[in-house]
């Protein structure tokens, strides 16, 4: 028998929900068949531009130009990406697409409207699950929030709205997106929440080619 290949597990949703918290706790206990990554990637040169235009309101830089950076900032990490889902490892994804396409889209600038904003992402690996972390209460108490340039509650509004109205339009696919409202929970009590949801998927058996956005 050929060897199963590994999952493609992203954990999306707006500003300080808790999603690099819950990456982290989901790759440890994943343990060594899981690898971690965080969208953006500011590690890499394209990823150092993208982390000048977050943290100084002054950098200016086209929308369309900030889109499409962010964008080929996860085509850096494609080949890895496959590479790791062949040789059977499990791939933990903090923020991809769907970020993308909510905040750039959330800007309502004229031409950049959702296919606009999804077109420079496809033909990146499909993930198997999304989680969709959602905090009924606002996050701007929870720490560091504000510190960077979409931190904004109004501006989080948009991307909220642009988020809901983008798995509304995935159709079919949506039934990999899955809600977690994480409204007055613990770490601990998401952390479960997220294990319930991805242990499943983690046992469905799969053929090996890898479908794409
Ligand atoms: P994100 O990656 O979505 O921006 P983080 O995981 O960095 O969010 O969490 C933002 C802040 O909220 C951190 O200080 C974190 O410790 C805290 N936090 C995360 N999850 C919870 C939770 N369920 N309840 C209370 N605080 C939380
Ligand atoms: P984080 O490091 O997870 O806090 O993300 C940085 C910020 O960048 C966050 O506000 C979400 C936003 N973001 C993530 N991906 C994209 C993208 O593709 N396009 C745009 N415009 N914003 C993005
Ligand atoms: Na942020
Ligand atoms: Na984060």
């Not at 790791?84 to 950049?112: E, I, N, T, W």
Request: net charge negative; hydrophobic share 40%; aromatic share 8%.
């Amino acid at each position: 028998m050929t060897k199963q290949r590994g999952k493609l597990i992203l954990i999306e949703g707006l500003d300080r929900t808790g999603k690099s918290t819950q990456c982290s706790l989901l790759a440890e206990r994943l343990g060594e068949r899981a690898h971690l990554i965080k969208f953006p990637d500011r590690t890499t040169g394209i990823g150092a531009l993208i982390n000048t235009y977050l943290t100084d309101e002054a950098f200016a830089l086209p929308d369309e130009s900030i889109h499409l950076l962010f964008s080929a900032n996860r085509w850096e990490q494609h080949a890895a990406i496959e590479g790791m889902l062949l040789a059977g490892q499990h791939v933990v994804l903090d923020r991809y697409v769907y970020s993308g396409v909510a905040y750039s889209a959330a800007k309502h600038v004229p031409g950049m409207d959702r296919e606009w904003c999804y077109a420079s992402d496809r033909g990146l690996v499909r993930p198997d699950v999304t989680l969709f972390l959602v905090n009924q209460e606002s996050n701007d108490t929870r720490s560091g929030f504000g510190e960077e340039r979409y931190e904004k509650a109004a501006f989080q509004e948009r991307v909220r709205s642009e988020f809901h109205a983008l798995f509304e339009t995935l159709g079919p696919r949506c039934d990999e997106v899955v809600t977690v409202d994480v409204t007055g929970r613990s770490i601990q009590q998401v952390q479960q929440q997220v294990w319930d949801l991805v242990q499943p998927v983690l046992d469905e058996p799969i053929d090996s080619t890898l479908s794409t956005l």
